[in-house]
C-alpha cells in the first residue's frame, strides 16, 4: 500500500463513520503562544476539546484529519533521535480521529481496531495493545472488541500511558497499538522489544475523560473526548513491509537523491547512512517550515529552522559536500509531497533560494569561524597554553553559529582543548536568561486572560466595525461584560473603572478592530450617561477565541459592568490605515510582478501613518524596480477601482487564486480581499472600498532586515502629501543656502556639483601646502639632531587628517634616508602623534615603542609596527615637551 493510499484509506475510513475531514493546519499553532510548532494532530483542535466559545459554532462532534507535525523543541523533541532512529523523524504526519464529547472508549477502539485488522490487513498475531495500568474498562473493552489475547493487551505505567495536554486541564489514560516487526522470530520481553524498536508502537488512543485543576485533583469530564494519532511513516512502514520508516516510499526517494548528489549509494556505510538520514529528515523539516512561512532567523521559530538547516549542512559536509547542496534535493521531496501538500509547489522557488542562501552563509560561517579558532590558538600558544576558553568558545558557537564540532575539531588538530565546563556554563546561564523573559511576557498575557475571562465561558465578541466606525444607538450599543483594572502591574478583576482609572473593557459586540494581520488595533471612545461618561480606547487586543479586550483610561464618569456604552472609532485615524491596508496588498501585488513570484510577505504593520511590509528576496532593489513598483501601485490607485469583500470558503478563495499567508490558520468560510485584476488576498482587515481613496503611494524606504528578508517602509493619503511637501521645503533650503536657488534643476544640480569639486580643489590645494611646508624645509639641519650617528628629527606641523600626518611622516622619513622621524600636531584639545623609523634601524629601533613612551606626555596612549606608530592625547599644552624628550627615548632604545 502506497502511503498516499493509507493517508486516503484512513480519512474515508472515518468519514465514513461521520467524521467531517480536515485539511492539516500549518505547522505554526495560531493563537496559542505557549507552543512552537504543532506537535500532534490534536493541536488545532485544541480549542475545541476545550470547549472554548470561539469555536462552539463551527464545531462538529466527530473529526478526522492527516496533520503535519514538527518535534523538535519543549515536551516533545526526537531531534537527537533523528539520524540513528528507523521510526523517529523531527517532521512527520499523524492521522487522526477526534471524538469532541461525542463516542469514547469503546467505539474508539472498536474502529481503530477495524481499520487495522480489516482495512489494511494486519495480521493479529502481530499485534499487541497496551493501556494504562488502572484502566480495566479499556482492558476489557479491548478483550472484547478485539480478538487479541489476553497475554497481548499489556498494562502500562503513567509515563507511558498516561497523557495530559498540561499541568492542568483535560488528561486522561490512553492506550498504544503495537506491531511486531519480526514476527517469525522467537518472541522477547516487551521493554526489550519496545526499546528496540521490534515492537512498534503506531497508533495511540487517548481517552481524554478528566480535568485536572490545580491543586492536581482529577475532576470527572461531563463529556469525556477521544484523540487519536497514528504515525504515517511508521503505518507505512509496516504496511509496506520494511523494518525502518526509510526504506519507505516517502523516504528512499528522498535518500537516493541525496547519495546521488554525494556520489554515493544508501546502505554500503552505517556512518554516513546516518548522515543520510538526517538530511532527507531534516528536508522534509525545513522545506514544510519554509511553506508555512517560517523563516530563518536567529530567535523563536526561525532559530529552530536554521538549526535544523544547519544541522543538516554538517551532515553534509561528512558525506564531503563543499559546496551547497541542500536545496537540490527540494524538487525530490516535492514529487513524493507536493500532490497532497499544494503549498510546496507554491513556495518551492522561493524555499529553493531561501535553503540555497543560508547554506552559503552558513559554510562561509564555518570558514570564517575556523580562521578565527586558528588565530585564537596562535595567540595563545605563545603563552604556553594549550585550552581554548569556554566563554570564547561560547561565542563563536552562539554568535556566529559555529558549530561546536567543528571547533572541536580545529582544536583537535592543534592539539589544544576545549574548556568544556566553562562552555557548558556560558551555555546554561544564556538559557536562564532567555527562559525568564519568555516566561515573564507569557505569564502577564496569560494571568490578563485569565482574569478577564475567569472560568466561565465568554462568547467571542461580535465585530460589526467592517462596515461602521460608531455605535451611537442612544440607549447604549453595546454592552459591559467584563472589566479589569491594574493593581500593581497584574491585572485585576473588577466591576466599575472610575475617572481617572485605566484598565481593560470586554464587550459583548464592538465597531473597534483589534490588532491582528499586521493591522494596528482602532481607538476611540467609549460613552454613556448621554457623553456624561467617557473613556478613551488607547488600543483594542483580541485573544484566540475572539474576544476583544479594549484598553481604556476613563477620562469622565465611572464605568460599570452590564451597563450599555456607545461607541466611536477615531474615524480619520481608521481610514488613514485602510489606506495603508489596501495599499499594502497593492505593493505585495507589484513586488510580485517586478520582482517575480519568489517574493512572498514574511511580516506587516499597518498603522495609520505608515505601512511596512516584509517580504522574502535575495537581493536589495535596484532604484529602477522601485520606480516600477511605485508607479505599478499609483497606476492601480488612478483607476479607481471598488474593492470587493467577500466572504467564501477556502477551497474557493484559493481556486480564485487568492494569495494566502502561509503559515495562517484559516476557517472554513474565509474573507477575501479583491482590487479586480490586480490583487486577492485572504484578509480580515479593513479596507477602503475604492483604490482611489489611496490618493498617493510613495516608498520611503528599502532595506534588508535578515537574510533573504527585505523590508519597504512607505506612506500614503495625507502622510504622502505632506512628505511630499516636506522634502520639497528641504530641497528650497538647500538651494537658498549654497545660494544656487535660480535656474531649473538640472541647473541647480550641476552648480552643486561644481561646488563639490570646487571644495576638492581646495582640499587638494590644502594639502599640498601643508605638505610643502612640512617637507619643504626637511634638509634644515638646526632641528635635526644626531644621536649615536642615527639622524633624528622632531617637528611639530600644523593640523591635518591622520592619513595626511602618515604620509608628511613618511615623505620627511624618505628624505633622511636612514633616520628616526616624529612630527606631532595639535588642535584645541587634541594632540596626534607620528612615529616613523627606516627600515634598516627597526631592529634597534621601534617606532611603536617610541610613541608608547611619548604618547603618555600629551595625556594620552597608542603604538603600532616597528617601522611605523601613532598615538592621540588630551594635552596640546604638552606636544613640545614630548618632542622634546625624542632625542632621549631613541637613546634609551639605544642602550637597551
Ligand atoms: P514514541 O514513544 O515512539 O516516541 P510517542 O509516544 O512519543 O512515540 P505519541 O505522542 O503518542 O508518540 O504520538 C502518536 C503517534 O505518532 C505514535 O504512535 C507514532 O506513530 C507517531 N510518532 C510520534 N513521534 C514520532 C516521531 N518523532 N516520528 C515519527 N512518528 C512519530
Ligand atoms: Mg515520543
Known amino acids: 500500500m502506497k502511503s498516499a493510499d493509507i493517508r486516503r484509506s484512513f480519512v474515508e475510513y472515518f468519514q465514513g463513520r461521520g467524521h467531517r475531514a480536515f485539511p492539516s493546519a500549518p505547522l505554526v499553532p495560531q493563537g496559542d503562544p505557549t507552543l512552537l510548532f504543532t506537535n500532534a494532530g490534536m493541536v488545532p483542535f485544541k480549542d475545541w476539546f476545550l470547549g472554548n466559545a470561539k469555536t462552539a459554532s463551527s464545531r462538529t462532534p466527530r473529526a478526522v484529519s492527516v496533520q503535519k507535525?514538527?518535534?523538535?523543541?519543549?515536551?516533545?523533541?526526537?531531534?537527537?533521535?533523528?539520524?540513528?532512529?528507523?521510526?523517529?523523524?523531527?517532521?512527520?504526519?499523524?492521522?487522526?480521529?477526534?471524538?469532541?464529547?461525542?463516542?469514547f472508549k469503546e467505539e474508539a477502539i472498536r474502529a481503530a481496531w477495524e481499520l487495522v485488522t480489516q482495512v489494511w490487513g494486519l495480521p493479529v498475531d502481530h499485534l499487541s495493545a497496551t493501556v494504562y495500568e488502572e484502566d480495566d474498562e479499556a482492558l476489557d473493552l479491548w478483550l472484547k472488541l478485539s480478538t487479541l489475547p489476553a497475554g497481548r493487551v499489556h498494562r502500562r505505567g503513567k509515563a507511558d500511558n498516561f497523557w495530559a495536554m498540561g499541568e492542568t486541564g483535560p488528561c486522561g489514560p490512553c492506550s498504544e497499538i503495537f506491531v511486531d516487526l519480526h514476527p517469525d522470530r522467537p518472541a522477547v520481553g516487551w521493554d526489550e522489544g519496545t526499546e528496540s524498536g521490534r515492537y512498534l508502537e503506531i497508533w495511540n488512543l487517548v481517552f481524554m475523560q478528566y480535568e485536572r485543576d490545580e491543586a492536581g485533583v482529577l475532576h470527572p469530564l461531563p463529556n469525556p473526548s477521544i484523540d487519536t494519532g497514528a504515525g504515517l511513516e511508521r503505518v507505512?512502514?509496516?504496511?509496506?513491509?520494511?523494518?525502518?520508516?526509510?526504506?519507505?516510499?516517502?523516504?528512499?526517494?528522498?535518500?537516493?537523491?541525496?547519495?546521488?548528489?554525494?556520489?554515493?549509494?544508501?546502505?554500503?556505510?552505517?556512518?554516513?547512512?546516518?548522515s543520510l538520514r538526517v538530511i532527507a529528515d531534516h528536508l522534509r523539516a525545513v522545506t514544510f517550515l519554509l511553506a508555512d512561512g517560517v523563516i530563518p532567523g536567529n530567535e523563536g521559530r526561525g532559530y529552530v529552522l536554521r538549526r535544523i538547516l544547519r544541522r543538516a549542512v554538517r551532515h553534509g559536509m561528512r558525506l564531503g559536500f563543499e559546496e551547497p547542496f541542500f536545496h537540490k534535493?527540494?524538487?525530490?521531496?516535492?514529487?513524493?509531497?507536493?500532490?497532497?501538500?499544494?503549498?510546496?509547489?507554491?513556495?518551492?522557488?522561493?524555499?529553493?533560494?531561501?535553503?540555497?542562501?543560508?547554506?552559503?552563509?552558513?559554510?562561509?560561517?564555518?570558514?570564517?569561524?575556523?580562521?578565527?579558532?586558528?588565530?585564537?590558538?596562535?595567540?595563545?600558544?605563545?603563552?604556553?597554553?594549550t585550552e581554548l576558553p569556554g566563554a570564547m568558545v561560547f561565542r563563536l558557537y552562539d554568535t556566529y553559529g559555529l558549530p561546536l564540532e567543528v571547533i572541536r575539531e580545529i582544536a583537535e588538530e592543534e592539539r589544544f582543548r576545549i574548556d568544556e565546563a566553562g562552555f557548558g556554563e556560558a551555555m546554561q546561564s544564556q538559557r536562564e536568561q532567555s527562559r525568564k523573559a519568555t516566561a515573564e511576557v507569557q505569564n502577564r498575557m496569560a494571568a490578563l486572560r485569565e482574569v478577564v475571562?475567569?472560568?466561565?465561558?465568554?462568547?467571542?465578541?461580535?465585530?460589526?466595525?467592517?462596515?461602521?466606525?460608531?455605535?451611537?444607538?442612544?440607549?447604549?450599543?453595546?454592552?459591559?461584560?467584563?472589566?479589569?483594572?491594574?493593581?500593581?502591574?497584574?491585572?485585576?478583576?473588577?466591576?466599575?473603572?472610575?475617572?481617572?482609572?485605566?484598565?481593560?473593557?470586554?464587550?459583548?459586540?464592538?465597531?473597534?478592530?483589534?490588532?491582528?494581520?499586521?493591522?494596528?488595533?482602532?481607538?476611540?471612545?467609549?460613552?454613556?450617561?448621554?457623553?456624561?461618561?467617557?473613556?478613551?480606547?488607547?488600543?483594542?487586543?483580541?485573544?484566540?477565541?475572539?474576544?476583544?479586550?479594549?484598553?481604556?483610561?476613563?477620562?469622565?464618569?465611572?464605568?460599570?459592568?452590564?451597563?450599555?456604552?456607545?461607541?466611536?472609532?477615531?474615524?480619520?485615524?481608521?481610514?488613514?490605515?485602510?489606506?495603508?491596508?489596501?495599499?499594502?496588498?497593492l505593493l505585495h501585488a507589484a513586488l510580485r510582478l517586478v520582482l517575480g513570484k519568489s517574493v512572498r510577505q514574511a511580516g506587516s504593520l499597518v498603522a495609520p501613518d505608515r505601512l511596512r511590509f516584509d517580504f522574502t528576496y535575495h537581493r536589495g532593489m535596484f532604484r529602477q524596480e522601485m520606480e516600477q513598483v511605485e508607479d505599478m501601485v499609483n497606476e492601480w490607485v488612478r483607476r479607481a477601482v471598488a474593492t470587493e469583500l467577500v466572504w467564501r470558503s477556502y477551497q474557493e478563495a484559493i481556486a480564485a487564486g487568492a494569495m494566502a499567508l502561509f503559515g495562517e490558520k484559516y476557517g472554513e468560510r474565509v474573507r477575501t480581499v479583491n482590487v479586480p485584476g490586480f490583487s486577492l488576498e485572504l484578509c480580515g482587515g479593513c479596507h477602503v472600498r475604492n483604490t482611489g481613496e489611496i490618493g498617493l503611494f510613495l516608498i520611503d524606504?528599502?532595506?534588508?532586515?535578515?537574510?533573504?528578508?527585505?523590508?519597504?517602509?512607505?506612506?500614503?493619503?495625507?502622510?504622502?502629501?505632506?512628505?511630499?511637501?516636506?522634502?520639497?521645503?528641504?530641497?528650497?533650503?538647500l538651494v537658498t543656502r549654497?545660494?544656487?536657488?535660480?535656474?531649473?534643476?538640472?541647473?541647480?544640480?550641476?552648480?552643486?556639483?561644481?561646488?563639490?569639486?570646487?571644495?576638492?580643489e581646495l582640499e587638494q590645494e590644502m594639502r599640498k601646502l601643508r605638505m610643502q611646508l612640512v617637507s619643504g624645509a626637511a634638509a634644515d639641519p638646526q632641528e635635526e639632531r644626531l644621536v649615536d650617528g642615527i639622524r633624528v628629527l622632531a617637528r611639530e606641523v600644523p593640523?591635518?587628517?591622520?592619513?595626511?600626518?602618515?604620509?608628511?611622516?613618511?615623505?620627511?622619513?624618505?628624505?633622511?634616508?636612514?633616520?628616526?622621524?616624529?612630527?606631532?600636531?595639535?588642535?584645541?584639545?587634541?594632540?596626534?602623534?607620528?612615529?616613523?623609523?627606516?627600515?634598516?634601524?627597526?631592529?634597534?629601533?621601534?617606532?611603536?615603542?617610541?610613541?608608547?613612551?611619548?604618547?603618555?606626555?600629551?595625556?594620552?596612549?597608542?603604538?603600532?609596527?616597528?617601522?611605523?606608530?601613532?598615538?592621540?592625547?588630551?594635552?596640546?599644552e604638552n606636544l613640545p615637551a614630548a618632542l622634546a624628550a625624542v632625542e632621549d627615548a631613541v637613546r634609551e632604545q639605544l642602550a637597551r
Not at 719 to 728: C, D, L, M, N, P
Request: proline share 3%; aromatic share 6%.
Open 69 to 103: 507535525c514538527l518535534r523538535v523543541s519543549g515536551k516533545h523533541n526526537d531531534l537527537e533521535n533523528v539520524g540513528p532512529s528507523p521510526r523517529h523523524h523531527t517532521f512527520f504526519e499523524m492521522l487522526g480521529n477526534f471524538s469532541f464529547g461525542d463516542y
Open 236 to 274: 507505512s512502514a509496516v504496511l509496506q513491509g520494511v523494518d525502518s520508516n526509510y526504506e519507505t516510499d516517502l523516504f528512499r526517494p528522498l535518500l537516493d537523491a541525496a547519495a546521488d548528489l554525494a556520489k554515493m549509494k544508501y546502505g554500503e556505510d552505517a556512518e554516513k547512512d546516518v
Open 329 to 385: 534535493l527540494v524538487p525530490a521531496l516535492g514529487e513524493i509531497m507536493g500532490q497532497h501538500y499544494l503549498e510546496l509547489a507554491a513556495t518551492r522557488q522561493a524555499s529553493v533560494s531561501t535553503i540555497r542562501t543560508e547554506e552559503e552563509k552558513f559554510l562561509s560561517t564555518v570558514a570564517n569561524g575556523a580562521r578565527q579558532v586558528q588565530e585564537e590558538i596562535e595567540r595563545l600558544r605563545p603563552e604556553g597554553r
Open 453 to 585: 475571562r475567569g472560568h466561565a465561558e465568554l462568547a467571542e465578541t461580535r465585530f460589526e466595525g467592517y462596515d461602521r466606525t460608531e455605535m451611537l444607538e442612544a440607549n447604549g450599543a453595546a454592552e459591559v461584560v467584563r472589566l479589569a483594572t491594574w493593581k500593581d502591574g497584574a491585572p485585576e478583576r473588577v466591576s466599575s473603572i472610575s475617572q481617572g482609572q485605566s484598565g481593560v473593557v470586554i464587550l459583548d459586540q464592538t465597531v473597534f478592530y483589534a490588532e491582528s494581520g499586521g493591522q494596528v488595533g482602532d481607538t476611540g471612545y467609549l460613552l454613556w450617561d448621554g457623553a456624561g461618561g467617557r473613556a478613551r480606547v488607547v488600543d483594542t487586543q483580541k485573544d484566540a477565541s475572539g474576544v476583544y479586550f479594549h484598553f481604556v483610561e476613563v477620562e469622565q464618569g465611572t464605568l460599570t459592568r452590564h451597563m450599555r456604552v456607545q461607541l466611536k472609532v477615531d474615524h480619520e485615524v481608521r481610514l488613514s490605515t485602510q489606506r495603508n491596508h489596501t495599499a499594502t496588498h
Open 701 to 733: 524606504t528599502e532595506r534588508g532586515v535578515a537574510s533573504g528578508v527585505r523590508r519597504i517602509e512607505a506612506v500614503t493619503g495625507a502622510y504622502a502629501t505632506s512628505e511630499v511637501r516636506q522634502q520639497r521645503a528641504a530641497y528650497q533650503e
Open 738 to 760: 549654497l545660494g544656487i536657488r535660480s535656474g531649473d534643476y538640472d541647473q541647480q544640480l550641476q552648480r552643486a556639483e561644481q561646488i563639490r569639486q570646487r571644495q576638492d
Open 799 to 876: 593640523p591635518a587628517p591622520a592619513n595626511e600626518m602618515r604620509d608628511m611622516a613618511d615623505s620627511l622619513r624618505s628624505k633622511l634616508g636612514s633616520g628616526v622621524v616624529v612630527i606631532g600636531s595639535r588642535s584645541e584639545d587634541n594632540v596626534s602623534l607620528v612615529a616613523a623609523v627606516t627600515k634598516d634601524l627597526t631592529p634597534r629601533i621601534k617606532a611603536g615603542e617610541l610613541v608608547k613612551r611619548l604618547s603618555p606626555i600629551v595625556g594620552g596612549g597608542g603604538g603600532g609596527r616597528p617601522d611605523f606608530a601613532q598615538a592621540g592625547g588630551k594635552q596640546p
